[in-house]
């Protein structure tokens, strides 16, 4: 195994990581919410009287915080190596577990780690877990 140094970003992942935590600290302390992805989007299917707006808000920052990192670096290329079949059955897959696991990764991961939730600490090990197996399945046993 090789590292791909030129990938090799650390103060970038710390700062990235950084501005993460501080969003959902400003979402919980001032909004009293967690910002779990799934849950935000989720909560505009079955929308509740002034519930929308934070809502929006929120996405839009997230669709636009990549426009404003182009305005000082380059972005990344992108790659997908899967076709669309894959994609479209990889995201009903998510979305299956999101249900399941009452929550996806920014949820249980970024949120409910902090808040030293058991409940987010194993579906934080269940879907570390399952993407751990299915990359060593992909990548070493499958090849």
Same mark, same amino acid.
């Given at each position: 195994?090789?590292?791909?140094?030129?990938?090799?970003?650390? $103060?970038? *992942?710390?700062?990235?990581?950084?501005?993460?935590?501080?969003? +959902? +600290?400003?979402?919980? /302390?001032?909004?009293?919410?967690?910002?779990? #992805?799934?849950?935000?989007?989720?909560?505009?299917?079955?929308?509740? %009287?002034?519930?929308? +707006? $934070?809502?929006?808000?929120?996405?839009?920052?997230? /669709?636009?915080?990549?426009?404003?990192?182009?305005?000082? %670096?380059? /972005?990344?290329?992108?790659?997908?190596?899967?076709?669309?079949?894959?994609?479209?059955?990889?995201?009903?897959?998510?979305?299956?577990?999101?249900?399941?696991?009452?929550? !996806?990764?920014?949820? %249980?991961?970024? !949120?409910? /780690?902090?808040? $030293? *939730?058991?409940?987010?600490?194993?579906?934080? #090990?269940?879907?570390?877990?399952?993407?751990?197996?299915?990359?060593?399945?992909?990548?070493?046993?499958?090849?």
């Amino acid at each position: 195994m090789q590292i791909a140094w030129q990938q090799f970003t650390p $103060w970038a *992942s710390l700062a990235g990581g950084m501005l993460i935590g501080l969003a +959902a +600290a400003i979402l919980i /302390l001032f909004n009293g919410r967690i910002a779990g #992805i799934s849950g935000i989007a989720g909560g505009l299917l079955r929308p509740r %009287h002034g519930d929308v +707006a $934070w809502r929006l808000i929120f996405l839009a920052g997230l /669709l636009a915080s990549p426009l404003l990192y182009r305005l000082f %670096h380059a /972005l990344p290329a992108v790659h997908i190596g899967a076709g669309t079949p894959a994609l479209i059955v990889a995201g009903l897959l998510v979305g299956l577990g999101v249900r399941y696991g009452a929550g !996806c990764t920014s949820g %249980h991961g970024v !949120c409910g /780690l902090s808040r $030293w *939730s058991a409940r987010s600490l194993a579906a934080t #090990i269940a879907f570390m877990a399952a993407g751990f197996v299915t990359v060593y399945l992909l990548r070493h046993a499958l090849g």
